[in-house]
Protein backbone atom coordinates (compact mmCIF):
# COMPACT_ATOMS: atom_id res chain seq x y z
CA UNK A 1 0.00 0.00 0.00
CA UNK A 2 2.57 2.45 1.38
CA UNK A 3 4.43 1.26 -1.69
CA UNK A 4 1.75 2.02 -4.21
CA UNK A 5 1.10 5.16 -2.87
CA UNK A 6 4.89 6.11 -3.09
CA UNK A 7 4.93 4.60 -6.61
CA UNK A 8 1.59 7.14 -8.08
CA UNK A 9 3.21 9.90 -5.42
CA UNK A 10 6.43 10.10 -7.83
CA UNK A 11 4.61 9.51 -11.08
CA UNK A 12 2.38 12.52 -10.63
CA UNK A 13 5.61 14.40 -9.39
CA UNK A 14 7.19 13.25 -12.40
CA UNK A 15 4.29 14.63 -14.56
CA UNK A 16 4.47 17.73 -12.76
CA UNK A 17 7.49 18.36 -13.62
CA UNK A 18 7.34 17.11 -16.94
CA UNK A 19 4.27 20.02 -17.46
CA UNK A 20 6.88 22.73 -15.99
CA UNK A 21 9.56 21.76 -18.21
CA UNK A 22 7.49 21.70 -20.85
CA UNK A 23 6.11 25.06 -20.01
CA UNK A 24 9.79 26.73 -19.60
CA UNK A 25 10.43 25.26 -23.22
CA UNK A 26 7.71 27.14 -24.40
CA UNK A 27 8.49 30.30 -22.97
CA UNK A 28 12.00 30.04 -25.12
CA UNK A 29 9.69 30.70 -27.80
CA UNK A 30 9.47 34.31 -28.85
CA UNK A 31 5.56 34.37 -29.27
CA UNK A 32 4.75 32.51 -26.79
CA UNK A 33 6.92 34.62 -24.67
CA UNK A 34 4.75 37.58 -25.96
CA UNK A 35 1.64 36.02 -24.47
CA UNK A 36 2.95 35.63 -21.10
CA UNK A 37 5.27 39.00 -21.53
CA UNK A 38 1.96 41.00 -22.14
CA UNK A 39 -1.31 39.17 -21.83
CA UNK A 40 -2.68 40.59 -24.50
CA UNK A 41 -4.59 37.89 -26.06
CA UNK A 42 -6.67 38.26 -21.65
CA UNK A 43 -8.77 41.11 -22.53
CA UNK A 44 -11.07 40.76 -19.51
CA UNK A 45 -13.98 42.90 -21.32
CA UNK A 46 -14.44 39.81 -23.92
CA UNK A 47 -18.78 40.37 -23.60
CA UNK A 48 -18.77 44.47 -24.13
CA UNK A 49 -18.35 46.54 -26.64
CA UNK A 50 -15.74 49.10 -26.33
CA UNK A 51 -17.45 51.11 -29.24
CA UNK A 52 -20.14 51.66 -26.47
CA UNK A 53 -17.81 53.03 -23.41
CA UNK A 54 -21.34 54.18 -21.93
CA UNK A 55 -21.26 49.75 -20.90
CA UNK A 56 -18.68 50.55 -19.42
CA UNK A 57 -20.33 53.56 -16.86
CA UNK A 58 -19.66 56.53 -18.79
CA UNK A 59 -22.20 58.97 -19.78
CA UNK A 60 -23.67 59.35 -23.20
CA UNK A 61 -20.96 60.71 -25.65
CA UNK A 62 -18.60 61.59 -22.40
CA UNK A 63 -15.89 59.04 -24.06
CA UNK A 64 -14.76 59.09 -27.86
CA UNK A 65 -13.53 56.21 -29.60
CA UNK A 66 -11.70 56.60 -32.13
CA UNK A 67 -8.31 55.35 -33.41
CA UNK A 68 -4.63 56.73 -34.28
CA UNK A 69 -2.72 55.88 -36.86
CA UNK A 70 0.81 54.42 -35.80
CA UNK A 71 4.08 55.17 -37.77
CA UNK A 72 4.51 51.69 -38.88
CA UNK A 73 1.07 51.54 -40.63
CA UNK A 74 -1.50 50.28 -37.50
CA UNK A 75 -4.08 52.09 -35.68
CA UNK A 76 -4.69 52.33 -32.77
CA UNK A 77 -7.56 52.03 -31.12
CA UNK A 78 -8.09 55.15 -28.38
CA UNK A 79 -10.60 56.35 -25.85
CA UNK A 80 -10.74 60.28 -25.03
CA UNK A 81 -12.55 60.86 -21.78
CA UNK A 82 -14.27 64.47 -21.10
CA UNK A 83 -13.89 65.61 -17.41
CA UNK A 84 -17.43 65.31 -15.47
CA UNK A 85 -17.84 68.95 -14.71
CA UNK A 86 -16.97 69.87 -18.44
CA UNK A 87 -19.48 67.00 -19.62
CA UNK A 88 -21.71 68.67 -17.37
CA UNK A 89 -21.20 72.17 -18.28
CA UNK A 90 -22.10 71.30 -21.77
CA UNK A 91 -24.23 68.60 -21.32
CA UNK A 92 -27.28 69.76 -23.69
CA UNK A 93 -24.63 69.65 -26.77
CA UNK A 94 -23.20 66.76 -25.84
CA UNK A 95 -26.45 64.99 -25.79
CA UNK A 96 -27.18 65.79 -29.33
CA UNK A 97 -24.24 64.41 -30.28
CA UNK A 98 -23.88 61.06 -32.38
CA UNK A 99 -22.07 58.36 -29.75
CA UNK A 100 -19.53 55.65 -30.41
CA UNK A 101 -16.68 54.92 -32.77
CA UNK A 102 -15.50 57.86 -34.66
CA UNK A 103 -14.07 58.28 -37.90
CA UNK A 104 -13.24 61.43 -37.91
CA UNK A 105 -12.77 63.13 -34.03
CA UNK A 106 -11.61 66.59 -35.04
CA UNK A 107 -15.63 67.04 -36.16
CA UNK A 108 -16.58 65.76 -32.71
CA UNK A 109 -17.82 68.37 -29.71
CA UNK A 110 -15.98 66.65 -27.28
CA UNK A 111 -12.70 66.87 -28.94
CA UNK A 112 -12.99 70.64 -29.74
CA UNK A 113 -13.83 71.10 -26.03
CA UNK A 114 -9.78 69.63 -25.80
CA UNK A 115 -8.57 71.52 -28.19
CA UNK A 116 -9.93 75.10 -28.29
CA UNK A 117 -9.53 75.69 -23.77
CA UNK A 118 -5.56 77.39 -23.83
CA UNK A 119 -5.94 75.63 -20.31
CA UNK A 120 -6.76 72.12 -20.82
CA UNK A 121 -4.93 69.38 -19.20
CA UNK A 122 -4.37 65.83 -21.22
CA UNK A 123 -2.91 62.95 -19.36
CA UNK A 124 -1.82 60.32 -22.11
CA UNK A 125 -2.58 56.81 -20.20
CA UNK A 126 -0.20 53.59 -20.58
CA UNK A 127 -1.95 50.70 -19.52
CA UNK A 128 -0.52 47.36 -17.98
CA UNK A 129 -0.07 44.21 -19.78
CA UNK A 130 -4.05 42.68 -20.47
CA UNK A 131 -6.87 43.85 -20.94
CA UNK A 132 -7.75 46.73 -22.84
CA UNK A 133 -8.49 50.38 -22.48
CA UNK A 134 -12.02 49.18 -20.44
CA UNK A 135 -10.80 46.65 -18.15
CA UNK A 136 -10.57 46.22 -13.99
CA UNK A 137 -9.42 49.09 -12.56
CA UNK A 138 -8.72 51.31 -15.71
CA UNK A 139 -12.09 52.93 -15.64
CA UNK A 140 -11.80 54.19 -11.87
CA UNK A 141 -8.55 55.04 -12.44
CA UNK A 142 -9.73 57.67 -15.36
CA UNK A 143 -12.22 59.44 -12.87
CA UNK A 144 -9.16 59.91 -10.20
CA UNK A 145 -7.07 61.30 -12.80
CA UNK A 146 -9.43 64.52 -13.91
CA UNK A 147 -10.96 64.78 -10.28
CA UNK A 148 -8.86 67.15 -8.92
CA UNK A 149 -9.79 69.82 -11.69
CA UNK A 150 -12.79 67.98 -13.09
CA UNK A 151 -13.08 71.04 -15.64
CA UNK A 152 -10.23 70.80 -17.04
CA UNK A 153 -8.38 67.17 -17.06
CA UNK A 154 -9.02 65.50 -20.19
CA UNK A 155 -7.62 61.87 -20.42
CA UNK A 156 -6.24 59.86 -23.15
CA UNK A 157 -6.53 56.14 -23.30
CA UNK A 158 -4.89 53.70 -25.57
CA UNK A 159 -4.74 49.72 -26.64
CA UNK A 160 -1.30 49.10 -27.71
CA UNK A 161 -0.59 46.92 -30.94
CA UNK A 162 -1.97 43.36 -30.30
CA UNK A 163 -4.34 44.64 -27.25
CA UNK A 164 -8.38 44.70 -27.74
CA UNK A 165 -9.18 46.38 -31.55
CA UNK A 166 -5.17 47.47 -32.27
CA UNK A 167 -3.81 45.09 -34.55
CA UNK A 168 -0.34 43.67 -34.64
CA UNK A 169 2.33 41.69 -32.08
CA UNK A 170 3.04 43.72 -29.24
CA UNK A 171 7.06 43.85 -28.54
CA UNK A 172 9.40 46.31 -27.04
CA UNK A 173 9.96 48.86 -29.94
CA UNK A 174 5.98 48.23 -31.34
CA UNK A 175 4.97 49.51 -28.46
CA UNK A 176 7.77 52.41 -27.99
CA UNK A 177 6.53 53.36 -31.17
CA UNK A 178 2.69 53.17 -30.72
CA UNK A 179 3.17 55.64 -27.59
CA UNK A 180 5.18 58.21 -29.79
CA UNK A 181 2.50 58.20 -32.47
CA UNK A 182 0.14 58.75 -29.50
CA UNK A 183 1.99 61.88 -27.87
CA UNK A 184 2.39 63.38 -31.46
CA UNK A 185 -1.42 62.88 -32.05
CA UNK A 186 -1.82 65.21 -28.52
CA UNK A 187 0.77 67.47 -29.80
CA UNK A 188 -0.02 67.72 -33.32
CA UNK A 189 -3.91 66.85 -34.00
CA UNK A 190 -4.74 68.00 -30.69
CA UNK A 191 -2.55 70.89 -30.37
CA UNK A 192 -1.95 70.20 -26.93
CA UNK A 193 1.96 71.72 -25.67
CA UNK A 194 3.66 69.05 -23.71
CA UNK A 195 3.60 71.46 -20.77
CA UNK A 196 0.11 70.81 -20.77
CA UNK A 197 0.35 67.26 -20.86
CA UNK A 198 0.94 64.33 -18.19
CA UNK A 199 1.65 61.00 -18.69
CA UNK A 200 0.38 58.56 -16.49
CA UNK A 201 1.20 54.19 -16.68
CA UNK A 202 0.85 52.04 -14.54
CA UNK A 203 3.06 48.32 -14.29
CA UNK A 204 4.18 47.36 -17.71
CA UNK A 205 2.89 50.87 -19.20
CA UNK A 206 5.59 52.46 -16.80
CA UNK A 207 8.38 50.94 -19.12
CA UNK A 208 6.43 51.76 -22.04
CA UNK A 209 6.37 55.61 -20.36
CA UNK A 210 10.25 55.72 -19.17
CA UNK A 211 10.96 54.33 -23.05
CA UNK A 212 9.46 57.61 -24.52
CA UNK A 213 10.41 59.92 -21.82
CA UNK A 214 13.68 59.36 -22.64
CA UNK A 215 13.12 59.51 -26.15
CA UNK A 216 11.62 62.68 -26.05
CA UNK A 217 14.20 64.15 -23.61
CA UNK A 218 17.57 63.34 -25.80
CA UNK A 219 15.37 65.03 -28.74
CA UNK A 220 16.85 68.20 -30.15
CA UNK A 221 14.85 70.02 -29.28
CA UNK A 222 13.50 68.20 -26.08
CA UNK A 223 9.84 68.07 -25.88
CA UNK A 224 9.17 68.51 -21.93
CA UNK A 225 6.26 67.14 -20.12
CA UNK A 226 4.40 68.30 -17.15
CA UNK A 227 5.33 65.41 -15.47
CA UNK A 228 5.12 61.63 -15.13
CA UNK A 229 3.30 59.14 -12.82
CA UNK A 230 4.55 55.88 -12.28
CA UNK A 231 2.49 53.59 -10.56
CA UNK A 232 4.08 49.72 -10.09
CA UNK A 233 6.95 50.39 -11.69
CA UNK A 234 9.14 47.54 -12.33
CA UNK A 235 13.25 47.53 -12.85
CA UNK A 236 13.60 45.48 -15.63
CA UNK A 237 11.78 42.48 -17.66
CA UNK A 238 14.78 40.09 -15.97
CA UNK A 239 14.34 40.85 -12.51
CA UNK A 240 10.54 41.34 -13.23
CA UNK A 241 10.04 37.84 -14.20
CA UNK A 242 12.49 36.74 -11.33
CA UNK A 243 9.76 37.59 -8.88
CA UNK A 244 6.65 37.33 -10.70
CA UNK A 245 4.11 35.25 -9.59
CA UNK A 246 0.38 34.74 -11.39
CA UNK A 247 -1.87 35.94 -9.33
CA UNK A 248 0.40 36.71 -6.53
CA UNK A 249 1.07 32.71 -5.68
CA UNK A 250 2.41 30.74 -8.21
CA UNK A 251 6.08 31.28 -9.67
CA UNK A 252 7.04 31.17 -12.97
CA UNK A 253 10.66 31.00 -13.62
CA UNK A 254 11.59 32.23 -9.48
CA UNK A 255 11.89 28.65 -8.31
CA UNK A 256 15.39 28.26 -10.41
CA UNK A 257 16.96 30.72 -8.73
CA UNK A 258 18.39 28.12 -6.82
CA UNK A 259 20.24 26.39 -9.88
CA UNK A 260 21.59 29.79 -11.09
CA UNK A 261 23.07 28.12 -14.15
CA UNK A 262 19.74 27.34 -15.83
CA UNK A 263 18.17 30.20 -14.31
CA UNK A 264 20.59 32.32 -15.97
CA UNK A 265 20.30 30.60 -18.97
CA UNK A 266 16.81 30.77 -19.58
CA UNK A 267 16.93 34.57 -18.72
CA UNK A 268 19.18 34.62 -22.41
CA UNK A 269 15.70 34.00 -24.00
CA UNK A 270 14.35 37.05 -22.53
CA UNK A 271 13.84 39.10 -26.26
CA UNK A 272 12.19 42.48 -24.77
CA UNK A 273 14.62 43.80 -22.14
CA UNK A 274 12.57 46.90 -21.07
CA UNK A 275 15.50 48.54 -18.88
CA UNK A 276 13.39 51.07 -16.85
CA UNK A 277 16.46 51.13 -14.21
CA UNK A 278 18.50 52.65 -16.96
CA UNK A 279 15.74 54.98 -18.85
CA UNK A 280 15.07 56.64 -16.16
CA UNK A 281 18.51 57.20 -15.36
CA UNK A 282 18.97 58.44 -19.00
CA UNK A 283 16.20 60.41 -18.84
CA UNK A 284 16.99 62.06 -15.57
CA UNK A 285 20.85 62.87 -16.60
CA UNK A 286 18.87 64.18 -20.00
CA UNK A 287 16.74 66.97 -18.28
CA UNK A 288 19.77 67.76 -15.89
CA UNK A 289 22.14 68.41 -18.40
CA UNK A 290 20.32 71.03 -20.49
CA UNK A 291 18.70 72.33 -16.80
CA UNK A 292 15.17 70.96 -18.17
CA UNK A 293 12.47 71.04 -15.03
CA UNK A 294 11.19 67.10 -14.77
CA UNK A 295 8.79 66.09 -12.07
CA UNK A 296 8.50 62.34 -11.61
CA UNK A 297 6.33 60.21 -9.27
CA UNK A 298 7.06 56.62 -8.30
CA UNK A 299 3.88 55.23 -6.54
CA UNK A 300 3.72 51.68 -5.27
CA UNK A 301 1.42 49.42 -2.77
CA UNK A 302 3.43 47.31 0.10
CA UNK A 303 0.94 45.01 -0.85
CA UNK A 304 1.46 44.57 -4.47
CA UNK A 305 1.54 40.81 -4.73
CA UNK A 306 2.41 41.04 -8.76
CA UNK A 307 5.28 43.36 -9.22
CA UNK A 308 7.22 43.15 -5.09
CA UNK A 309 6.75 47.15 -4.05
CA UNK A 310 11.09 46.85 -4.25
CA UNK A 311 11.30 47.27 -7.66
CA UNK A 312 10.50 50.86 -6.96
CA UNK A 313 12.66 51.47 -4.48
CA UNK A 314 15.48 50.33 -6.75
CA UNK A 315 14.07 52.25 -9.79
CA UNK A 316 14.14 55.06 -7.31
CA UNK A 317 17.33 54.65 -6.58
CA UNK A 318 18.53 54.86 -9.79
CA UNK A 319 16.85 58.18 -10.42
CA UNK A 320 18.52 59.73 -7.77
CA UNK A 321 21.86 57.97 -8.24
CA UNK A 322 21.96 59.98 -11.56
CA UNK A 323 21.08 63.49 -10.47
CA UNK A 324 24.50 62.90 -8.22
CA UNK A 325 28.12 63.71 -10.02
CA UNK A 326 29.87 60.71 -7.89
CA UNK A 327 27.01 58.46 -7.81
CA UNK A 328 25.34 56.78 -4.19
CA UNK A 329 24.67 53.54 -3.33
CA UNK A 330 21.29 52.11 -2.33
CA UNK A 331 22.53 51.81 1.53
CA UNK A 332 23.55 55.28 1.33
CA UNK A 333 20.37 56.49 -0.08
CA UNK A 334 18.51 54.14 2.53
CA UNK A 335 20.16 55.87 5.55
CA UNK A 336 19.03 59.39 3.78
CA UNK A 337 15.52 58.58 3.28
CA UNK A 338 15.73 57.00 7.24
CA UNK A 339 15.86 60.78 8.18
CA UNK A 340 14.21 62.60 5.52
CA UNK A 341 11.08 60.09 4.78
CA UNK A 342 7.62 61.90 5.87
CA UNK A 343 6.18 58.82 7.76
CA UNK A 344 1.89 59.27 6.98
CA UNK A 345 1.13 55.85 9.54
CA UNK A 346 -1.14 53.68 7.66
CA UNK A 347 -1.22 55.53 4.66
CA UNK A 348 2.41 54.78 4.24
CA UNK A 349 5.60 56.85 3.89
CA UNK A 350 6.98 59.82 0.96
CA UNK A 351 10.66 60.54 -0.06
CA UNK A 352 11.36 63.98 -2.55
CA UNK A 353 14.65 64.34 -3.96
CA UNK A 354 15.07 67.61 -5.01
CA UNK A 355 17.48 68.83 -7.34
CA UNK A 356 17.60 72.73 -8.95
CA UNK A 357 15.59 71.25 -11.99
CA UNK A 358 13.81 68.29 -10.87
CA UNK A 359 11.68 66.66 -8.15
CA UNK A 360 12.12 62.54 -8.02
CA UNK A 361 9.32 61.29 -5.47
CA UNK A 362 8.59 57.92 -4.26
CA UNK A 363 5.22 56.89 -2.43
CA UNK A 364 4.79 53.56 -1.00
CA UNK A 365 1.59 52.82 0.57
CA UNK A 366 0.81 50.35 2.75
CA UNK A 367 -2.16 49.06 0.61
CA UNK A 368 -3.60 49.39 -2.32
CA UNK A 369 -2.46 46.18 -4.33
CA UNK A 370 -1.59 46.51 -7.77
CA UNK A 371 -4.77 47.32 -9.85
CA UNK A 372 -6.65 49.16 -6.52
CA UNK A 373 -4.76 51.78 -5.98
CA UNK A 374 -5.24 53.10 -9.51
CA UNK A 375 -8.23 54.37 -8.34
CA UNK A 376 -7.77 56.23 -5.02
CA UNK A 377 -7.33 59.69 -3.85
CA UNK A 378 -3.69 59.41 -4.10
CA UNK A 379 -3.28 59.31 -7.93
CA UNK A 380 -5.76 62.50 -7.73
CA UNK A 381 -3.55 64.07 -5.30
CA UNK A 382 -0.08 63.15 -7.72
CA UNK A 383 -1.71 64.71 -10.44
CA UNK A 384 -2.25 67.83 -9.02
CA UNK A 385 1.03 67.85 -7.32
CA UNK A 386 2.60 67.94 -10.80
CA UNK A 387 0.51 70.31 -12.41
CA UNK A 388 0.76 72.65 -10.31
CA UNK A 389 4.08 72.93 -9.84
CA UNK A 390 4.05 72.94 -13.76
CA UNK A 391 2.27 75.77 -13.77
CA UNK A 392 1.06 77.41 -10.12
CA UNK A 393 -1.79 79.30 -11.28
CA UNK A 394 -3.57 75.95 -11.84
CA UNK A 395 -5.05 74.94 -8.65
C1 LIG B 1 25.44 55.80 -10.31
O1 LIG B 1 25.96 56.97 -10.84
C2 LIG B 1 27.34 56.94 -11.08
C3 LIG B 1 27.79 58.34 -11.46
O2 LIG B 1 27.07 58.82 -12.56
C4 LIG B 1 27.62 55.90 -12.15
O3 LIG B 1 29.02 55.83 -12.40
C5 LIG B 1 27.10 54.56 -11.69
O4 LIG B 1 27.23 53.60 -12.71
C6 LIG B 1 25.64 54.65 -11.28
N1 LIG B 1 25.22 53.41 -10.66
C7 LIG B 1 24.27 52.63 -11.18
C8 LIG B 1 23.96 51.41 -10.42
O5 LIG B 1 23.72 52.88 -12.23
Known amino acids: MAYLLFKYASISAAVLVGLYAGLLGLLTTSSFQAHVVYLHKIQMTWFKDLDVPESFGFLRSQTTPFSIKSSTGGTLYAWHILPIELYRHHEPALLTEPSGFASDITSRFAFKLLRDDPDARLIIHMHGAGGTVGSGYRVPNYRALSAGQPNKIHVLTFDYR ?9 SERGLCIDAIAVVDWATKVAGIPPSRILIFSQSL ?3 VSLAISEHFALQSPPTVFAGAILVAPFVDAQTLVATYRIAGSIPIISPLARFPLLFNYLQTFIKDKW ?26 AEDDYDVPSHHTEVVFWHAVNATVPRGITYDELEEVKYKSKKDLGAAGSVMEWRTKNGVIREEMLKTGLHDVIMGNPVITMAVMRIFEAADPSFK
Not at 162 to 170: K, L, Y
Request: hydrophobic share 30%.
Open 162 to 170: GFGRSRGTP
Open 205 to 207: GTA
Open 275 to 300: LSKDRIAGYIRANEAIGEKYRLTLIH
